[in-house]
């Protein structure tokens, strides 16, 4: 039988806090990833997009269920999920170079091997000439692809992006769209990207999957095929703006039942 490349088998996460009480964040999630499949998740805010991310990276673990990841359990954090924030992660005392070969140190690569890779990612991310530069010196865009160069670096099977470009400002963000399409498309690695933005999930994604509202789910996958190529272009198409209608409706429903509550 063939595996999809990422499982994700009932996962259920209850929470519970300080005094007992329960919050279920997710209700159990049954939902497959291919192989190079980019897959944008939009969804109410609340509703566990994050949690489930957390939990396919091994960051968080759930009540219920399994993540599968090439037919082998997940259970912790690993080299093979790479993970990016929103926030800033990289490593204030070290240069971009340095942050991009700290993982690769950490697996026993080669100097040479480290040199040569935080090259091709420095130079794929458009960071030539910044490889000596601390983060503190870079804009968030730059230190974003650092966070998304250090990631790929380590050639993990899945790439988790959770609102990687939610701190920018809207011109930087349509640049990192391009930028990061155009990246996946020679690396052509696993993407699952959560985002608010509907124009982002469905410029950069093959699929969109809509959460419903919190205890969340993933009530409807939207599959996204242009004709035409992908460049900033199709986000004033007319397909476009259909898919578009459609998934805000999707999400809207959603959002209102989560104010109801
Ligand atoms: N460590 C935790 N302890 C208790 N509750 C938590 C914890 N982490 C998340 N939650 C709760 O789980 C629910 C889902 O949170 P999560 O951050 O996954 O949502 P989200 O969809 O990513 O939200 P947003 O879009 O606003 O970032 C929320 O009600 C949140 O308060």
């Known amino acids: ?10 996962v259920e996460r209850v929470f519970t806090g300080p005094k007992g ?92 091997q480290q040199k040569e890779r935080s090259d091709y990612y ?8 910044f490889a000596q530069h601390y983060p503190r010196q870079l804009s968030g865009g730059m230190q974003q692809r650092t966070a998304i160069a250090r990631a790929l670096a380590n050639d993990p099977k899945v790439l988790l992006m959770d609102e990687p470009f939610g701190a920018l400002d809207n011109q930087t963000r349509v640049m990192m769209q391009e930028l990061l399409l155009s990246v996946w498309e020679q690396s052509r690695k696993t993407v699952l990207f959560v985002t608010h933005d509907i124009d982002e999930a469905i410029f950069m994604a093959n699929k969109v999957a809509i959460f419903s509202a919190r205890p969340g789910r993933i009530k409807q996958e939207v599959a996204v095929n242009f004709n035409s190529g992908r460049d900033y272009t199709i ?16 999400i809207r429903s959603e959002t209102l039942q989560t104010m109801a509550h």
């Open 1 to 10: 039988m063939k595996h999809s490349k990422l499982n994700v088998r009932g």
């Open 21 to 112: 009480e329960q919050t279920q964040a997710l209700q159990p999630i049954h939902y497959q990833v291919e192989e190079n499949d980019f897959i944008t998740i939009l969804g109410p805010s609340g509703c566990g997009k994050s949690t489930l991310l957390r939990i396919i990276a091994g960051l968080d673990t759930p009540t219920r269920g399994e993540i599968w990841l090439d037919g082998q359990p997940v259970d912790g954090p690993g080299a093979d999920r790479g993970m990016v924030f929103q926030s800033y992660t990289l490593f204030p005392w070290l240069t971009v170079e340095e942050n991009i070969r700290f993982g690769l140190r950490e697996r026993g690569l080669s100097t040479a």
């Open 235 to 250: 986000k004033t198409s007319p397909e476009f703006m259909t898919l578009k209608a459609e998934i805000t409706e999707s």
């Open 122 to 129: 420095i130079q794929q991310v458009g960071l030539r000439g």
